[in-house]
């Protein structure tokens, strides 16, 4: 089925039309279009489809958490047509080689669009840099580059980096986290951490790395991205960059905009995660930012990792959690359910904002015709309980009962449907 209509959908900008796709495009939009296949959306939200920028896929080597195919499955439910496979994989995506490789999985799961994310350095040792150039000349075309997982905390491997990348239009992610403030941390540093007992991460262990780069940025020219945003001071530097023209761009999580350290007080590892949950007042300070402009995108950090290693004590338990299926959820509930924004800026920052920073061609794209149909479907009125159990292989979800607003419905890649009637459509051959 290649061709059908979307009937009485609502648009970001709230005006309700008829869609017509055909062969992966968006033909026409106007009222009363007819195909022999017709969708009824009415009461649902169509939006463009989410694009997110830091996903780990964690195929090759950790496939017991996570494959190509189970994480885009994941991502298709939660509404997204591509996604951005972080480098820290074994091997590491330090070469052209394994980023073609990730691309191709991702073209035969079919799910989503993969774009895998290049290292910065080799092996992600934070010693050398990888050739960033050829996995950009690769026939994966990488554009985005991060160690995330790992800072790149030597000054001068990230003054080349951003000035490598430069001539091809690239972009640094950073993972910022001074190594040396943070040697076995555990929590947000804090009354909390100290009352616990759990070693503290302090927010300038963030911000000191985040206030080097903005300046290295500034001086080189280079295009800097920051990884998971989680404190107050944090969105204070990036205010303060911004305002002086330095390229740069941020990212928060939707557990850093819903979560706060008080998750730690029963010592459950779900809830462990890098950068560690924040105060309440970080909280505040990050959606203040993200309504604002001042926060870019809201990429999920998706993070799957198997029991064992959450299933055990807490200074033990891997660090992350997954979020592809509630990312959307968390998004309409800070910015359309607190009636401070618009569905205009949601779009915003799960789709366009993301792909015009990481520069994917055909994703992100405005509802309009000639444009490629990857397109999602909410129901806004909805409200679930969720389970701990998605389409990922982990099941370290730190939402399981919580009750979040909004459902996705469908998913349109390339034209056809991923997702129908909120459940996965097998792949059939095109
Ligand atoms: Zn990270
Ligand atoms: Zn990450």
């Not at 505040?284 to 001042?294: F, K, P, S, W």
Request: glycine share 8%.
């Amino acid at each position: 089925m290649s061709r059908f209509v979307l009937q009485g959908a609502t648009l970001p900008d709230g005006t309700i039309q008829d869609v017509l796709v055909d062969d992966g495009v968006i033909r026409e939009i106007a009222s009363g279009l007819s195909a022999e296949d017709v969708i009824d959306c009415k009461g649902l939200r169509l939006l463009p489809g989410f694009v997110d920028m830091h996903t780990h896929l964690r195929e090759p080597g950790f496939e017991a958490s996570e494959t190509v195919l189970t994480g885009t499955q994941s991502a298709a439910l939660g509404g997204f047509t591509a996604v951005h496979a972080m480098a820290n994989t074994s091997p590491v995506a330090d070469n052209a080689a394994v980023v073609e490789m990730i691309r191709n999985l991702g073209e035969r799961a079919g799910y989503v669009e993969v774009f895998p994310i290049g290292a910065v350095t080799k092996g992600l040792e934070g010693k050398a840099l990888a050739d960033l150039n050829l996995m950009n000349q690769s026939t994966a075309k990488v554009k985005v580059f991060s160690d995330d997982g790992k800072c790149v905390s030597d000054a001068l491997l990230m003054r080349r980096a951003l000035e490598y990348t430069k001539s091809f239009g690239g972009v640094i992610a950073q993972h910022a986290q001074e190594p040396t403030l943070t040697e076995n941390a555990q929590m947000n540093e804090g009354e909390l951490s100290a009352v616990l007992g759990l070693k503290g991460w302090p927010a300038m262990a963030e911000e000191t790395i985040i206030a080097r780069d903005v300046l290295l940025a500034g001086h080189t020219g280079g295009r800097l991205h920051i990884c998971h945003l989680s404190t107050a001071g944090s969105v204070d530097i990036i205010r303060w960059a911004k305002a002086r023209g330095i390229s740069v761009t941020a990212e928060v999580t939707p557990h850093h905009l819903l979560l706060t350290e008080q998750l730690a007080n029963d010592y459950n590892p779900i809830f462990k995660v890098n950068p560690p949950l924040r105060t309440e007042r970080d909280v505040m300070a990050l959606r203040e930012a993200l309504i604002d402009g001042t926060i870019d995108i809201i990429a999920t950090d998706h993070a799957p990792h198997p029991s064992e290693a959450k299933d055990c004590e807490w200074s033990a338990a891997a660090f992350g959690m997954v979020g592809l299926e509630t990312a959307a959820s968390v998004a309409q509930l800070v910015l359309i359910e607190s009636q401070r924004s618009s569905w205009q800026r949601l779009a915003e920052v799960l789709s366009h904002a993301p792909a015009a920073i990481a520069g994917d061609e055909g994703q992100g794209r405005t509802i309009e015709v000639g444009n490629p149909a990857n397109l999602t479907l909410i129901d806004p009125g909805a409200i679930r309980t969720i389970s701990s159990a998605t389409a990922s292989k982990s099941l370290n979800n730190p939402y399981a009962g919580l009750e979040l607003p909004g459902s996705v419905v469908h998913t349109i890649y390339k034209g056809r449907f991923t997702v129908r009637d909120s459940s996965l459509v097998e792949k059939t051959s095109a």
